[in-house]
């Protein structure tokens, strides 16, 4: 779902279906007794980053930060805050860098926003992964959101690995995500044993193909969900 999706849906709320909605709510506290009303009742917030703070090379928050580390051109390019987003800054570079955050135990959903904001080539992307992982740290299947720009043909899924892909134009437009996590280890990584599964990392990633790449990308409001 795009902007413009949401946009759209944003317009079919007039206020009638507003009190609609209201009515709902009220009935559901009344029942259940619960206050909030979340898309999956069954899917709990564990965790969530804004990164609205102050603009910085270091991420914070508690994301571990690897480099971009080969390729031509600069290696040591790593996420930094800036207009209260996780801002890649590429210039002349290559290789991909990522921010990582470990949860313990199987996550069941992901979300968040990103901004591919410009690109001066093809073979750019942004992408999350989620890694399920044993209580060793050995990964023992992958989630992966991928997103670029031009030029890389999808991967085929396996029993440990499983790939969204999908093209995206690098023009400013922020995009959101959410990836039903534990739909897809239930039913498409059939490879890893839910039981042996001691961590999930989310990974999220800034990449590019090409050697002398300028691109930029903003990612934001990740929501995590057990
Ligand atoms: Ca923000």
New binding site residues.
Partial sequence: MNLNNKTIKGGYMNKYSNLLISIAAALLFTISGCSSFPDDPEDKLIFTD???RSSSATVGNGWLEDPNGSGCGPKDITGAIS???LYFDFVDAQSHAHVEYSIEGAIARLEYDYTPQFANDTLTSMYAQILFRDKEGKTLGTIQYFRVNEGYEPVATTPTFYQDYGTVPFDGTTQYVSIDARKILNTLLTGVDPGKIATTAIQLTFSAGWCNTTARGYF??VKVYE
Avoid: G, I, P, T
């Fill in positions: 804004d990164f609205n207009k209260n987003m934001d409001n």
